[in-house]
């Protein structure tokens, strides 16, 4: 089945410096989904990415959808230590979610 | 805003025993999803659940598994003879409309299983 590497597996920054984490697939994918699980939390869904090239900011956070939809990435500007948690890519297929290993984030303030 | 509720919120069970986790997906939403993450790794799919029958499943979810939908609210997930890799948190799911797989999903705050 479909499977999504993403790297990478462990991010440390300081509070203000950016962060990005990265998806990547073998095969085309007709969605990907983003989620973010603070830690003993649950996941909780972000965006839906379904356009080639496709690109979306909310606030800090921006996402793309490379033009193959083979990739996509997530990057956080400023970085807070509310940004803290795991952010997971997960590919949306007919009745499930296919989710990435997931990059976990934390934050020196 | 409407949420999905899981108990218990932790389950200890001795080996072999049977365990049922429940939940209570959004009420309009359509389709409904376990998943289980084992400590520090990735949330990795059981099995979803529309119109009253499997519609897909895992590897994961072999014949020790059963999901019920006993009512109009509550799903249940079923593990007979629990062994000790079974031991994780399960996290139920739900989603609203058609092709479940493509729609957000929203997670429950999760059953952590134990397994003495």
């Known amino acids: 089945g479909q499977q999504v590497m993403q790297i990478p597996q462990y991010q440390h920054v300081q509070e203000g410096e950016d962060f990005t984490t990265y998806c990547n697939s073998s095969?085309?994918?007709?969605?990907i989904q983003w989620y973010k699980q603070r830690p003993g939390g649950h996941p909780v869904f972000l965006i839906q990415?379904?356009?080639?090239?496709e690109v979306k900011k909310q606030k800090r956070l921006t996402f793309q959808f490379g033009e193959a939809k083979k990739n996509s990435s997530l990057h956080i500007t400023a970085t807070q230590t509310t940004d803290v948690g795991t952010y997971f890519c997960?590919?949306?297929?007919?009745?499930?979610?296919?989710f990435g290993q997931g990059t976990r984030l934390t934050i020196n303030p | 805003e409407p949420e999905v509720t899981q108990t218990p919120s932790h389950q200890v069970t001795q080996m072999g025993q049977e365990v049922i986790l429940r939940c209570v997906p959004i009420?309009?939403?359509?389709?409904f999803y376990w998943y289980r993450q084992i400590l520090g790794q990735k949330v990795e799919f059981l099995v979803s659940?529309?119109?009253?029958?499997?519609?897909?499943k895992s590897e994961i979810f072999d014949d020790q598994f059963s999901v019920e939908r006993p009512d109009g609210s509550n799903f249940t997930l079923k593990i007979r003879s629990t062994k000790l890799e079974d031991s994780a948190m399960y996290f139920c799911?739900?989603?609203?409309?058609?092709?479940?797989?493509?729609?957000?999903?929203?997670f429950g705050d999760g059953t952590r299983l134990s397994i003495l």
């Open positions: 095969t085309t994918l007709s969605n």
């Open positions: 990415l379904v356009k080639s090239g």
């Open positions: 799911a739900s989603s609203e409309g058609t092709g479940g797989g493509n729609q957000p999903q929203h």
């Open positions: 659940f529309y119109n009253n029958e499997i519609s897909e």
């Open positions: 997960a590919l949306g297929g007919a009745q499930k979610l296919v």
């Open positions: 009420s309009n939403h359509l389709y």
